[in-house]
């Protein structure tokens, strides 16, 4: 499966972003979709997912009340909402796919075989 995110951009501290995933070669119903993020000398770090089959999501602590992570199958695509930015949350977003992943390695980004190619979020203070 080929993933391409879009929809990063620059906000200011308060705002909103939508980040798309588009996917082809497979459709998504049978993949746990996930978000993850990176900043210059830190590890990728996971944000949200969206469980495969049953779209149960999980969020990182950083993200919970603030971010939804939603999921069309349909049009093969999975969203990420972000609500109320910070400037912490200016990172590097990159979406992610497995068909494999057991349930207690959601946040480990290793577990994802699928990546796009990310897209820049800045937030300004």
């Known amino acids: 499966v080929q993933l391409q995110a879009s929809g990063g951009g620059l906000v200011q501290a308060g705002g909103s972003l939508r980040l798309s995933c588009a996917a082809s070669g497979s459709t998504l119903r049978g993949y746990t979709l996930a978000w993850l993020r990176q900043t210059p000398g830190k590890d990728r770090e996971f944000v949200a997912a969206s469980w495969r089959n049953t779209g149960t999501t999980v969020f990182a602590d950083s993200a919970k009340g603030r971010f939804t992570i939603s999921r069309d199958n349909a049009k093969n695509m999975v969203h990420l909402q972000m609500n109320s930015l910070k400037p912490d949350d200016t990172a590097v977003y990159y979406c992610?796919?497995?068909?494999?992943?057991?349930?207690?390695?959601?946040?480990?980004?290793?577990?994802?075989?699928?990546w796009g190619q990310g897209t820049q979020v800045t937030v300004s203070s």
């Open positions: 992610a796919a497995s068909s494999r992943i057991i349930y207690s390695s959601l946040e480990i980004p290793s577990a994802y075989a699928y």
